[in-house]
T-cell receptor, first 114, second 109 residues
């Protein structure tokens, strides 16, 4: 069964450093999403991406964040200058193969900012 | 904010059917009802979705009331591995998913 793949599974970074979280969505999907989950809290929407541009973003997704689909297969989330409060699980999801509308999630990247 | 209301927690004996309710009284005509679950801190897992008809797959059944204002997810024979947080979500096809707090389901041995 096709799946969304995220790398790395765990990343530790120093405050102020840039991080790039990587995702390989399901190959025939058209819509891509990033979510985050701070420990003990609910899953929060960050951004959706369609047709090579951001279609919607939340208040959390400020200028520190950016997304890119550089090569038609990978979908990345960049945090320019990490803060302690960026520590969370980050989930990538994809949907929309024109037949089914389910969104499938990756297993997440645990980001720890120290 | 999530457009659904779910009980914060439920218990179910192993081997019995788990029936998880959800209210979505403001659902629009083009919104589907989706169910996802999250086991510990893993990525949310798709379970099932429906528009107005009842649906069944290998994981669960979804019963949607005729007025579409509520639904029930049924896990027919719950196992310990079904212990998770279950999210009921209403969503237009391909739109973002907004998660609420869900129902924490405890399967009791």
């Amino acid at each position: 069964e096709p799946e969304v793949t995220q790398t790395p599974s765990h990343q530790v970074t120093q405050m102020g450093q840039e991080v790039i979280l990587r995702c390989v969505p399901i190959s025939n999907h058209l819509y891509f999403y990033w979510y985050r989950q701070i420990l003990g809290q609910k899953v929060e929407f960050l951004v959706s991406f369609y047709n090579n541009e951001i279609s919607e973003k939340s208040e959390i997704f400020d200028d520190q964040f950016s997304v890119e689909r550089p090569d038609g297969s990978n979908f990345t989330l960049k945090i320019r200058s990490t803060k302690l409060e960026d520590s969370a699980m980050y989930f990538c999801a994809s949907s929309g193969d024109r037949v089914n509308a389910e969104a499938f999630f990756g297993q997440g990247t645990r980001l720890t900012v120290v | 904010d999530a457009k659904t209301t779910q009980p914060p927690s439920m218990d179910c004996a192993e081997g019995r059917a788990a029936n998880l309710p959800c209210n979505h009284s403001t659902i629009s005509g083009n919104e589907y009802v989706y169910w996802y679950r999250q086991i510990h801190s893993q990525g949310p897992q798709y379970i099932i979705h429906g528009l107005k008809n009842n649906e069944t797959n290998e994981m669960a059944s979804l019963i949607i009331t005729e007025d579409r204002k509520s639904s029930t997810l049924i896990l027919p024979h719950a196992t310990l591995r079904d212990t998770a947080v279950y999210y009921c979500i209403v969503r237009v096809r391909d739109d973002k998913i907004i998660f609420g707090k869900g129902t924490r389901l405890h399967i009791l041995p």
